[in-house]
């Protein structure tokens, strides 16, 4: 399997308006791995081909981990995807 170094942003949201879920990315994330969804493997998003390259920890905005946990790469660009809107090659 290929391996690459992973580099992680500390980042921080200070909206106390809207509560997070801190657990629900992390939750989603681990469903894919046990699914197959690994870093490395090959995907289709309908009929275009790509690779998961990471996946989605972001606990807000409109592409939430917890709903979109798999980050794939294609000829198209970057996409954050539901493990409905993958399959495996």
Not at 25 to 48: D, F, M, N, P, T
Not at 55 to 64: D, E, Q, S
């Amino acid at each position: 399997m290929d391996t690459r170094h992973l580099d992680s942003a500390a980042g921080e949201r200070r909206d106390e308006t809207s509560p997070t879920l801190h657990q629900g990315a992390g939750l989603a994330i681990s469903q894919a791995i046990h699914s197959g969804y690994r870093i490395g493997r090959k995907v289709r998003i309908g009929h275009v081909p790509g690779r998961i390259i990471g996946y989605n920890i972001g606990n807000f905005g409109r592409y939430r981990g917890a709903s979109y946990p798999l980050v794939v790469k294609t000829e198209y660009g970057i996409a954050k995807c539901s493990l409905r809107e993958v399959c495996r090659f």
